[in-house]
């Protein structure tokens, strides 16, 4: 797996029309779960020395986003790819329902909070796209963020969601000129995957956890949870903020695509180690005398 970064097979890097259909929920290729986890730890080897670079230049800050269907694996994506790198230089937020304080800003309030620093990689599991998503197949959230002019669903047209796709644009951008890369991973999952996973999860003791019969209930509004996350997807992507619709029915194979997509991306920023100024040179010198002279 190389130079996934522009393949069209997942890669969407500009606005217009997005048939889910027609993106694979698994490719297939020959690769054996044992390469693909070879081809995972070669790249988080990779991802250790590049996160140090990164947090050295401190020039930027990478956002990755993640978003998925129930059951499609973004915790153990994340951590899988993610585990090889310094705690310190990694931040992860999972958004959960909106608090009462949270309503009483404006939708991306919390989100524009959670934004990494530069020199650090944030993570979103779930986002800003839930406004446009779970919020889209049940309108009726909208009604508790007393938006003026809403009084009802039926005040919730085409033209009030692009509204919304509008303001993530410009957030979007706003955050890219300001040197935040974004990458955004839908991980793609398909229905049958799905109900094969609540099932395990229900006949496994170990993750009779992880289950909830909300999870199942969503299920039932399959077809418009694939529209809405199609809509957002085209309305969304950019060349600075693309999204990558990650093949998620083998999570061996959504672990290794993601990973190889940070680390190429990374890879990109031609990243070194930062040069020292004079100055900086001079205290150098200057410490290492002192430390030497202790030694005498």
């Known amino acids: 797996m190389k130079h996934l970064l522009k393949d069209l097979r997942i890669c969407v890097d500009k606005p217009g029309p997005v048939d889910l259909a027609k993106f694979p929920t698994d490719h297939g290729d020959a690769l054996q779960k044992k390469e693909l986890k070879e081809s995972l730890e070669e790249d988080r080897e990779k991802l250790y020395d590049l996160q140090r670079l990164f947090y050295a230049t401190d020039r930027h800050a990478l956002l990755l986003v993640f978003q998925a269907m129930d059951a499609a694996g973004k915790d153990s994506c994340i951590r899988h790819?993610?585990?090889?790198?310094?705690p310190q230089g990694c931040q992860v937020w999972s958004f959960k329902a909106p608090s009462p304080e949270e309503l009483d800003h404006d939708f991306l309030w919390r989100h524009a909070k959670a934004i990494p620093e530069r020199g650090r990689i944030g993570i979103h599991n779930r986002s800003h796209y839930e406004e446009v998503l779970v919020v889209k197949v049940h309108p009726a959230y909208v009604l508790g963020q007393r938006i003026p002019g809403v009084r009802s669903t039926a005040d919730i047209d085409e033209a009030f969601w692009e509204s919304r796709y509008a303001s993530i644009r410009d957030f979007e951008a706003h955050l890219a000129r300001q040197g935040v890369i974004i990458m955004k991973f839908f991980l793609h999952m398909g229905r049958d995957a799905q109900r094969e996973r609540f099932l395990d999860r229900i006949e496994d003791p170990s993750k009779n956890w992880k289950f909830s019969l909300g999870d199942v209930e969503e299920r039932g509004h399959w077809d418009a949870y694939q529209q809405a996350y199609a809509?957002?997807?085209?309305?969304?992507a950019a060349s600075h903020a693309p999204w990558y619709i990650v093949p998620a029915d083998d999570q061996w194979e959504t672990r290794a695509i993601v990973g190889r997509l940070?680390?190429?991306?990374?890879e990109?920023?031609?990243l070194r180690t930062p040069e020292l100024s004079a100055k900086?040179?001079?205290?150098?010198a200057e410490g290492q005398r002192r430390l030497a002279a202790e030694g005498r």
Not at 81 to 86: C, Y
Not at 231 to 236: K, S
Request: aromatic share 0%.
């Open 81 to 86: 790819v993610m585990s090889g790198v310094n």
């Open 231 to 236: 809509d957002a997807i085209g309305a969304t």
């Open 262 to 266: 940070v680390r190429e991306r990374l």
């Open 268 to 270: 990109e920023l031609d």
């Open 280 to 284: 900086q040179r001079d205290e150098l």
